[in-house]
Structures are given as structure tokens and as C-alpha cells.
């Protein structure tokens, strides 16, 4: 069992920047993939990125590709989402999840925890 807490969320301007985080509790964190994701109002969830076990092989989408990086410290259980250039349309709630697999999906269906999420507002 894994239980995940997102934090750094908040209200920033345009072409700003904010790291979140995503604290994980429980013996499995190291063991396989973790991704973030992130859904706006009215919207479905949508993937935003991801990073294998190691951290050496990751995935974005093509909506955050250059603006965005994530990253984790196994040693610490934690998984960071760095966002620059931040844009009105980058607002949303972000959730942290991770997978029993190794394997950078970018589907919602192969994770098997979720955080509760962060809210990430951006004004133009």
C-alpha cells in the first residue's frame, strides 16, 4: 500500500514558476513508476507526465514538453513536479499517482494510488 500528498500548489502569474511535490508512505514507492496528472474544471483527467524507477526514463505530454520537468529522490520517497512558463491553461488540480509497474504510462488506468491533488491556478 502507498499513500501519496501533494504539496507546493498555489496562485502564480503567468510565465511564472512553482515545484510541486508528492510525499509517499509505504514500502512500495521505489518499486515502480510515478506520474503526475492534472484535471480543470469541467474536464477530464489528463496525463501530464511520468518517470520509470530509476528516473531514467521519462514521459511528458506534449502540452507541457520543454516547460515542464519531473523528477524523484528515492531515498527521500518523493516525486517533483517542476513547471515553468506557466500558462492560464495550466490551471488545474494536480494529482500524484503511482504504479506497481515500472513503466512510464500515460493512461490513469495503470495506477494503482492517487493523491488527493494540489491546486495550481495561473492568472493571465
Known amino acids: 500500500q502507498v499513500q501519496l500528498v501533494e504539496s507546493g500548489g498555489g496562485l502564480v502569474q503567468a510565465g511564472g514558476s512553482l515545484r510541486l511535490s508528492c510525499a509517499a508512505s509505504?514500502?512500495?514507492?521505489?518499486?515502480?513508476?510515478m506520474g503526475w496528472f492534472r484535471q480543470a474544471p469541467g474536464k477530464e483527467r489528463e496525463f501530464v507526465t511520468a518517470?520509470?524507477?530509476?528516473?531514467?526514463?521519462?514521459y511528458y505530454a506534449d502540452s507541457v514538453k520543454g516547460r515542464f520537468t519531473i523528477s524523484r529522490d528515492n531515498a527521500k520517497n518523493t516525486v517533483y513536479l517542476q513547471m515553468n512558463s506557466l500558462k492560464p491553461e495550466d490551471t488545474a488540480v494536480y494529482y500524484c499517482?503511482?504504479?506497481?509497474?515500472?513503466?512510464?504510462?500515460?493512461?490513469?488506468?495503470?495506477?494503482?494510488?492517487w493523491g488527493p491533488g494540489t491546486q495550481v491556478t495561473v492568472s493571465s
Open positions: 509505504g514500502r512500495t514507492f521505489s518499486s515502480g513508476a
Open positions: 499517482a503511482a504504479s506497481r509497474a515500472n513503466v512510464v504510462y500515460a493512461t490513469t488506468l495503470k495506477y494503482d494510488y
Open positions: 518517470i520509470s524507477r530509476s528516473g531514467g526514463s521519462t
